[in-house]
């Protein structure tokens, strides 16, 4: 399957640990990246290369990837985290990129 | 800084045709793959379409091949998005991102466009 399947929700208590999982058969050979976006803003790179973050990501964003899962941790997470986060990673079947649909974090 | 500024959005009835671009600053425009992201209204991220460095390669969702065409003019850091035959479900905010190779051999998007939306009425 090309598909990256994602929660479409999750919730969690304000500085408190919450992954956001992502599958798919292609994460068994390709590593997912993870983007955040919020309401009318763009997407930003978060994670990279199974645990890389880009210059300005705070370190409490983390990644890791085990069999056909992918997961973003967030440690200890902020007001500001609530977004919706997609994972990345490439269709096995046609090498194109492909996107999760999406798992909206509520920070409570 | 690096920048991508997408233009060319607008109202467009079903069956017409709209040219996007993306204007690229603050870096080697020339030297990276350069994609299109789109996202209709309430909806998630789906790759439409990349470009290669020098514009020798291209590559398309299935959704829109034989529909849009990508070019780039490295002399005027530009990347474009020819959309023809549109229909309605192509009506998205679409993004332009550069990209870069992980150690897997997959794209990652580092930068972002702020989006341009396209509305097509059927």
């Known amino acids: 399957s090309s598909e990256l399947t994602q929660d479409p929700a999750v919730s969690v208590a304000l500085g408190q640990t919450v992954r956001v999982t992502c599958q798919g058969d292609s994460l068994r050979t390709y590593y997912a990246s993870w983007y955040q976006q919020k309401p009318g803003q763009a997407p930003i790179l978060v994670i990279y290369d199974k645990n890389n973050r880009p210059s300005g990501i705070p370190d409490r964003f983390s990644g890791s990837s085990s069999g056909n899962t992918a997961s973003l941790t967030i440690t200890g997470a902020q007001a500001e985290d609530e977004a919706d986060y997609y994972c990345n990673s490439r269709d096995i079947n046609s090498n194109h990129p492909v996107f999760g649909g999406g798992t909206k974090l509520t920070v409570l | ?122």
């Open chain 2, 1 to 122: 800084e690096v920048q991508l500024v997408e233009s060319g959005g607008g109202l467009v009835q079903a069956g017409g045709s709209l040219r996007l671009s993306c204007a690229a600053s603050g870096f080697a425009f020339n030297r990276y793959w350069t994609h299109w992201v789109r996202q209709s209204p309430g909806k998630g991220l789906v790759w439409v379409s990349r470009i290669n460095e020098d514009g020798s390669s291209t590559n398309y969702a299935d959704s829109v091949k034989g529909r849009f065409t990508v070019s780039r003019d490295n002399a005027k850091n530009t990347l474009y998005l020819q959309m023809d035959s549109l229909r309605a479900e192509d009506t998205a905010v679409y993004y332009c991102a550069r990209s870069k190779v992980g150690v897997t051999n997959t794209y990652y998007f580092d930068y972002w466009g702020q989006g341009t939306l396209v509305t097509v009425s059927s």
